[in-house]
């Protein structure tokens, strides 16, 4: 509903149109049209230029991180046939999507990633998590494990990572990247109450060093697109400690699109050449929340 208000903004015409291979999904009586889209590894380039011009689609707005990279592999494809893909590089998100790479490749960053690592031994001291090295979201991950607990529950993953465990509290920062590489604001958000990895309350809050330092961090490496989000810890020191980054709408996304990250509006803005109306540092909401109750 936010991604339409924010469609309309720009032309009141606009339709958003829910696409999903499960006629069951959640969301497919939300939205005013919604269509059942084949298994993207069952479609053909050929067929996939067919179907989007049959529904005359002009913009694709993946939201699904296990989609990310097929949408990213097919932007100038679609792109040449007057269809614009709003995703990050494939570069960008193979940088995100594999844990241990991300530890390193953003090891020098104003905010440093939790420290990752492949392998741990039994008499390591301390707490420890343990993730798949490819997972999205909170899938197979496990919090506060001794060591030896920790390699217990590795051998049911495919690639482990090991994290030391960091208690403190957790926010999400949302931004939109523009083709140059800023970032266009920063939203950051208290992640109040979480249920399988995903806020079902947040609250916009301005901390203008955090954003200083997060703007360097989004655009820490070139490829990032559009909407993207970062998960970010901050111990009982107020240190902040980078979990991830996300290239794509999250859950409580529509708090930040209608807390001042106007990303949808921005990126048709910018996609008609209509840049010098796109604002460099928006007004975020201080205060404004978001609660979901279903």
């Not at 523009?178 to 950051?188: A, H, L, P, T, V």
Request: net charge positive; glycine share 6%.
């Amino acid at each position: 509903k936010e991604v339409l208000n924010q469609a309309r903004s720009f032309n009141d015409e606009a339709t958003v149109v829910g696409a999903d291979s499960n006629i069951r999904c959640s969301s497919a009586d939300k939205v005013e049209e919604f269509v059942v889209f084949p298994l993207l590894n069952e479609l053909s380039d050929s067929e996939l230029i067919k179907l989007l011009k049959q529904l005359n689609i002009t913009h694709v707005l993946p939201t699904r991180d296990n989609e990310l990279t097929y949408w990213s592999r097919r932007k100038k494809l679609l792109n040449d046939q007057q269809i614009n893909v709003w995703v990050s590089d494939q570069s960008f998100l193979q940088s995100c999507i594999d844990k241990f790479t991300f530890a390193k490749i953003f090891k020098d960053c104003e905010i440093c990633p939790v420290e990752t690592q492949l392998t741990i031994e039994e008499k390591m001291a301390g707490r420890w998590v343990v993730k798949d090295r490819y997972g999205s979201g909170s899938k197979n991950v496990e919090l506060n494990l001794d060591a030896r607990n920790a390699i217990e529950v590795s051998r049911n993953l495919k690639n482990p990572v090991f994290q030391p465990f960091i208690k403190g509290r957790e926010f999400t920062a949302e931004t939109w990247v523009d083709k140059n590489n800023i970032c266009r604001g920063i939203s950051m958000r208290w992640r109040i109450r979480v249920i399988n990895g995903e806020s079902h309350e947040s609250e916009i809050f301005i901390n203008k060093n955090w954003s200083n330092k997060l703007k360097s961090v989004f655009t820490h490496i070139a490829g990032g697109r559009g909407h993207v989000l970062a998960q970010v810890l901050v111990d009982h020191k107020e240190n902040l400690h980078l979990v991830e980054m996300n290239p794509r709408l999250g859950g409580a996304s529509p708090l930040s699109l209608n807390g001042g990250i106007k990303s949808i509006k921005w990126s048709l803005l910018e996609d008609y050449g209509k840049d010098e109306f796109i604002p460099t540092d928006p007004k975020i909401h201080q205060g404004m929340r978001l609660i979901k109750t279903n």
